[in-house]
Nanobody, 125 residues
């Protein structure tokens, strides 16, 4: 079992920045894919970014590429999402998730099976 706890959400104006954190505990060595997802009201959950923890390779959704950065601190078992140049359309509940790599990829087309409870990000215009 892996436990994930997000923090760092809040309210900011457009153009501002936030850094989300996700603390992981439990059987973390079994999960080598860590990702950030978000869900806005009335919309489906979407993948934002993921990292393959073994080598640190990353992937971003087109909507956040160049503005968001996913990173990890293995010593602290913590995943981060640095969000810059925030837009009102980034408003959503943000979730941290984890799984074991499947078929050589961490892409969210394959289901993540450990989830945090989320942290709210609100961007005002």
């Amino acid at each position: 079992q892996v436990q994930l706890v997000e923090s760092g959400g809040g309210s900011v104006q457009a153009g501002g920045s936030l850094r989300l954190s996700c603390g992981a505990s439990g059987n973390t060595y079994s999960k080598n894919c860590m990702g950030w997802f978000r869900q806005a009201p009335g919309k489906e959950r979407e993948g934002v970014a993921y990292i393959y923890t073994g080598v640190g390779s990353t992937y971003y959704a087109d909507s956040v590429k160049g503005r968001f950065t996913i990173s990890q601190d293995n010593a602290k078992n913590t995943l981060y999402l640095q969000m810059n140049s925030l837009k009102p359309e980034d408003t959503a509940m943000y979730y941290c998730a984890a799984r074991r790599m499947y078929l050589g990829t961490c892409h969210w087309r394959y289901q993540y099976d450990a989830w945090g409870r989320g942290t709210q990000v609100t961007v005002s215009s």
